[in-house]
Each structure stands twice: as C-alpha cells, then as structure tokens.
C-alpha cells in the first residue's frame, strides 16, 4: 500500500494518532496533515491546517485521501466537497481492512448497548478456548493498531465506524437498536441505516442477533436473507451459560442476553463450552459501567458510560431492592425520557437528581408520572453529588447512569465518571 499524494487526517484522537504511525511506518516523509473542529491537532509529525480553510485545500487538490476520525460526522459538506474533487475518504477501519484483512476471520459487533460488553466476552470466551484473537475498535486497539497480530479478530465498532465500513466480516452481530447519535446522524432513521449497514448488505457471512435485535422489524429486514442466522444455543448450552453468569460480576438480565450473544458468536467460531465458561468467569465491568464503589453505608455506581435512555433502565434494574438515588442527563441527543420515567417509581428510585441539558425533560416527565419521587435539578455534578449529601437518609445507593453523553460538561464519559467517584469520595467518606 502506497500512498502517492499528501494525506489529511480529520480528527486527533486515538485513531488518528493510530493512522499517523501507520502511515510513518510505510512512507516515513509522506506529509500529511491534520484538522479538528476543536480542540487542539497536536499530533507529531503532521501539519495543521484550520476547517476553515479545507474548502480551498481541497479545491487545490493539497491531499490526495482523507482519512475521518470516528467522531467526525460522515455528513460534514466538506466531505461531499472531497468526493465531488475526487479525494476518497476513508476510515482507520478500512486502512486496516486494505493493509490486513486477507486470511484473517473477522467477528463485528455493533448495536446501541451492550456491544462492548459482548465484544469482551467472545474475546475472553475465544482466548479461553486456545483460539489466538484479539480486540480492536471502540474496546481493545485501534483498528491499526492490531494490525496482523492475529488470526482471528473481533471488532467493536459504533454507528459511526459501521456507516464508512467497506468490507465484509465473516460475522455479524447487533445486540439491540434504538435511537441514539442523532447530532451525528442527522436523523434517527439515518442512524438505523447507518448502524444495520453492517449487516444490510449481500454477501455470505453469518449474522448473530441479541434477544432485544431479535424482536425488531428494522434489524429483520437488514438480515435480508434469514439463513445467515447463526443457530441459537440449545437448552443445556443456554442453562450452563446463564448459571455461570449467575456466579460471575455480570450484572442485570441484558448482561445474560450479552453472554448468549458472546457464547452463540464463540461457538460458531472455534469457540469450546468450557472456554465460554471460563470466559464468563473471567469477565471484569468495563471502566465506567457499573462500577460499584462502596462509601461508608452508601454504594455509589458508575455508570457513566451510559449515554442512552435504555443504558440507564439497565442500569436500574441491576440493582433490584434498593433505595436508589439516579443522577442522570446530559447533553442534548433529542432522547426520548417518557419511557424512562414512568420505570423510575419501580425501580426503586426514590431521588432523582437531573444534570444539563436533557435533564430538564426527565425531571419535568418524573414530576408528571411519579410524584413520590424526590426531583432535584442540578446545575452541575458537583452540586447534584453534594445534594444528595444532604438526603442520605432517602436511599442507600447512588447511581450516575446519565442517558446521556457527556460533551456540554465533560471532555468524555470517562472524565465524567472519574469526577462522580471522586466527588462521592469526598462526600460520603472513605471506600
């Protein structure tokens, strides 16, 4: 692979950082600029060039390939700018799929929950099984960072990375779909078709579907052709899988539906019981979901990952007979709360403590459908933490599950996790 012409690289997080390096590695004096919508491009060895000014780049024809980050909506003009100039823009994705796809199995797994904790669990349950497999994606490495170092590679890819996707992988899998990335995806229907691209298209792989894709007319048509299906597990494979995560730190009814999707992937690619079993054991939460810290008398959970409606109704269900105070909302991703609120009351969510932007909409819903709850809107999660401080009285757990993403307060969910662990620390005592 030779690149003939300079590169530009939109974005500068880790996959464009990754993209750099692979690019350095085959023409160390290729230029190759960089350009970001905020934030700084402080990516060695590259050239900055402003947003502003890509029109006329492109018109001068300065770079021959663009290669977006994921967070980069598809959708931008520029791009149809770069296109009808004839500069192809493409994804780390599909570098790696140019550079290493040829003899490698490839497992890819998307959906709007789950999809990491899936992701994880066919890599344990395959690893576990003797089967040489890596992780890459939004879990594991970068795409290109994993390059060719296994035979078998399973990728945990976004809507975002599922829409530019130009290769086939032998199987499929979606966990669920509901909407989310609409700020991204112009609409929610654009969003459906950007996600189900993975599998609504022809071609001979296998499809493995979630117990809440299963259901969903949307994912049936995507399938096209239903002998694709992997078969479901049978009853004494399903029994020993539900009593492994019955003893393990998998939490809640979608985590068992996660471990079904994992086992029903593993097996149909090399995977043995006994390794899907050890998998399950040897599962640990990913950072920011459902992190359990314990506080004096007051279980705090971070879940911060949680950027949608139907995250944060797992996340309540998980935690079943407890008094739960909930912190969540966030930034504005036209999610829809109604739902939500009307579970709140039987969940066992006795405060709810709304954060900016979208936490308006809840608060208003839950006011409506459940007055018993305690409804506090707070402008920030230093103050909502530090509300709660004073109604301890009310619950025993803490749970930040925001429904949300983080974007109008917090650099990511990470951060905004961090500060939630660290500020109930600070209220609530030592762990």
């Given amino acids: 692979m030779r690149f003939d012409e300079p590169v530009l690289l939109y974005g500068a997080g880790r996959e464009a950082v990754s993209t750099r390096a692979f690019l350095k590695a085959r023409q160390p004096d290729l230029m190759v600029y960089v350009t970001v919508d905020s934030g700084d491009a402080d990516i060695a060895d590259t050239r900055a060039i402003a947003p502003e000014e890509l029109p006329a780049a492109i018109a001068a024809r300065r770079f021959g390939l663009i290669v977006k980050?994921?967070?980069?909506?598809?959708?931008?003009?520029?791009?149809?700018?770069?296109?009808?100039?004839?500069?192809?823009?493409?994804?780390?994705?599909?570098?790696?799929?140019?550079?290493?796809?040829?003899?490698?199995?490839?497992?890819?797994?998307?959906?709007?929950?789950?999809?990491?904790?899936?992701?994880?669990?066919?890599?344990?349950?395959?690893?576990?099984?003797?089967?040489?497999?890596?992780?890459?994606?939004?879990?594991?490495?970068?795409?290109?960072?994993?390059?060719?170092?296994?035979?078998?590679?399973?990728?945990?890819?976004?809507?975002?990375?599922?829409?530019?996707?130009?290769?086939?992988?032998?199987?499929?899998?979606?966990?669920?779909?509901?909407?989310?990335?609409?700020?991204?995806h112009g609409s929610v229907e654009r969003y459906y078709a950007d996600k189900l691209h993975l599998i609504d298209r022809d071609g001979g792989f296998a499809v493995a579907l979630g117990a809440a894709a299963k259901g969903n007319a949307l994912v049936a048509r995507a399938v096209r052709d239903h002998r694709r299906l992997l078969p479901d597990l049978t009853a004494e494979q399903a029994l020993l899988i539900e009593r492994a995560v019955s003893h393990s730190r998998l939490r809640g009814a979608h985590n068992l539906d996660n471990a079904i999707l994992a086992a029903t992937i593993a097996l149909a690619t090399g995977g043995t019981i006994e390794g899907i079993l050890a998998g399950i054991a040897a599962f640990r939460p990913l950072p920011h979901r459902l992190e359990d810290h314990v506080f004096g008398a007051i279980t705090a959970v971070n879940d911060s990952i949680s950027t949608t409606p139907e995250a944060t109704k797992a996340a309540l269900a998980s935690y079943p007979g407890r008094r739960i105070a909930l912190i969540a909302g966030g930034h504005e991703r036209q999610q829809d709360y109604g739902e939500l609120a009307g579970l709140l009351a039987q969940r066992g969510v006795t405060t709810l403590v709304t954060l900016p932007v979208t936490g308006s909409r809840l608060a208003s819903a839950a006011r409506q459908v459940a007055p018993g709850i305690d409804v506090i809107e707070a402008p920030d999660l230093n103050a909502a933490v530090a509300a709660l401080a004073k109604r301890t009285a009310r619950f025993d757990t803490i749970i930040l599950s925001p429904g949300a993403p983080s974007y109008n307060q917090f650099k990511n969910f990470e951060a905004r996790g961090t500060a939630f662990v660290a500020l109930c620390r600070a209220h609530f005592g030592g762990a």
């Fill in 69 to 184: 980050s994921p967070g980069v909506s598809r959708y931008k003009p520029v791009f149809d700018l770069a296109r009808a100039a004839g500069i192809a823009v493409t994804s780390n994705l599909n570098l790696w799929n140019s550079a290493y796809r040829d003899g490698r199995t490839v497992i890819a797994i998307t959906g709007t929950k789950g999809k990491s904790t899936t992701a994880t669990l066919t890599h344990l349950m395959l690893t576990r099984s003797g089967i040489d497999a890596g992780l890459a994606g939004n879990v594991g490495l970068a795409p290109l960072d994993i390059a060719g170092k296994h035979p078998l590679v399973i990728f945990e890819l976004s809507s975002y990375q599922t829409a530019d996707m130009n290769f086939l992988p032998d199987v499929a899998a979606v966990t669920n779909l509901y909407p989310e990335h609409v700020d991204w």
